[in-house]
């Protein structure tokens, strides 16, 4: 079993950068591929970048493709998500999620972690 813990949220201004962590508990990290996923109120959890095992291969969605960059270091059990030019549409709950492959959709994760709050302002 994998526990997964995100950190590194918070308020921005638009234009602005974050760094988000996910620390995952358990010798077993990097036998997984990792998902981070983004929902904001009112709307469905979305797809935002997801990265293999040994982290060859990545996949991010069109929206944030050339802002965000997604990296892991398995000797730290922690994956990041670097997110410049950040913009208000960018605001959502993130969450990032453990599984067995690097896939765009959410049930293909069997772990999750509870999420950090990221808000861009205008």
């Known amino acids: 079993q994998v526990q997964l813990v995100e950190s590194g949220g918070g308020l921005v201004q638009a234009g602005g950068s974050l760094r988000l962590s996910c620390a995952a508990s358990?010798?077993?990290?990097?036998?997984?591929?990792i998902g981070w996923f983004r929902q904001a109120p009112g709307w469905e959890r979305d797809f935002v970048t997801t990265?293999?095992?040994?982290?060859?291969?990545?996949s991010y969605a069109d929206s944030v493709k050339g802002r965000f960059t997604i990296s892991r270091d398995n000797a730290k059990n922690t994956v990041y998500l670097q997110m410049n030019s950040l913009k208000p549409e960018d605001t959502a709950v993130y969450y990032c999620?453990?599984?067995?492959?690097?896939?765009?959709?959410?049930?293909?994760?069997?772990?999750w972690g509870q999420g950090t709050q990221v808000t861009v302002s205008s």
């Open positions: 999620a453990a599984g067995s492959s690097p896939v765009r959709w959410d049930r293909g994760y069997e772990y």
């Open positions: 358990g010798r077993t990290f990097s036998h997984y591929a």
């Open positions: 990265i293999s095992r040994g982290g060859a291969a990545t």
